[in-house]
Antibody, heavy 121, light 108 residues
Framework: QVQLVQSGPEVKKPGASVRVSCKAS????????FNWVRQAPGAGLEWMAW????????NYAQKFKDRVTVTTDTSTNTAYLDLRNLSSDDTAIYYC??????????????WGPGTLVTVSS | YALTQPPSVSMAPGQTAKIACGGD??????VHWYQQKPGQAPVLVVY???ARPSGIPERFSGSNSGITATLAITKVEAGDEADYYC????????????FGGGTKLTVL
């Protein structure tokens, strides 16, 4: 069955960086892309970035372009989100979600359980 | 590009709930809809305006025309109470994904 297993919760200090991983199983990794979406406490969904599992093509929300890098490791079927220079505003649940391999616009038909990142001094 | 959803919709069990998602010429874009229950990850309920993923009941349907896309849920049940988000792919601002603000469906 399709599974996206995300790394565990993180607590970081302001100015630090965090890496969230998303290990995929139950489907062909390179046939899909991966969206990263976050949700601050009590807030809605916010799209951050997409990466193709096929060719590594990426798209970023303008808001995150300078602080976020998304990558994949096709040898381990894992997608990664790196977020730098954290502030308290980055406290949120971070989701990876399976999307299309070619374009960012395909629907996300499978989601990971989310990773809580807390930024606090 | 922005998507506008009503913050809340309330409906009695058995009725039809309609959740709107407004955007400039949204009818020219593909709209996806997600359901999110408290403490859970979102679940795709409608994609490409009106298609249903396997496992999603026929009670969920979508339409999209002009400046409004709509998610309709017929015969609303208590288990449908959740937040619902619409999503589009915006190519005018550099191939990005936009979510609506979300609508809380309350089943009375």
């Amino acid at each position: 069955q399709v599974q996206l297993v995300q790394s565990g919760p993180e607590v970081k200090k302001p100015g630090a960086s965090v890496r969230v991983s998303c290990k995929a199983s139950g489907f062909t990794f390179t046939n899909h892309g991966f969206n990263w979406v976050r949700q601050a406490p009590g807030a809605g969904l916010e799209w951050m970035a997409w990466i193709s599992g096929y060719n590594g093509l990426t798209n970023y929300a303008q808001k995150f372009k300078d602080r976020v890098t998304v990558t994949t490791d096709t040898s381990t079927n894992t997608a990664y989100l790196d977020l730098r220079n954290l502030s308290s505003d980055d406290t949120a649940i971070y989701y990876c979600a399976r999307g299309g391999w070619a374009v960012v616009g395909d629907a996300s038909d499978a989601w990971g359980p989310g990773t809580l990142v807390t930024v606090s001094s | 590009y922005a998507l506008t959803q009503p913050p809340s919709v309330s409906m009695a069990p058995g009725q039809t709930a309609k959740i709107a998602c407004g955007g400039d010429n949204i009818g020219s874009k593909s709209v996806h809809w997600y359901q999110q229950k408290p403490g859970q990850a979102p679940v795709l309920v409608v994609y490409d305006d009106s298609a249903r993923p396997s496992g999603i009941p026929e009670r969920f349907s979508g339409s999209n025309s002009g400046i409004t896309a709509t998610l309709a849920i017929t015969k609303v049940e208590a288990g449908d109470e959740a937040d619902y988000y619409c999503q589009v792919w915006d190519t005018t601002s550099g191939h990005i994904v936009i979510f609506g603000g979300g609508t809380k469906l309350t089943v009375l």
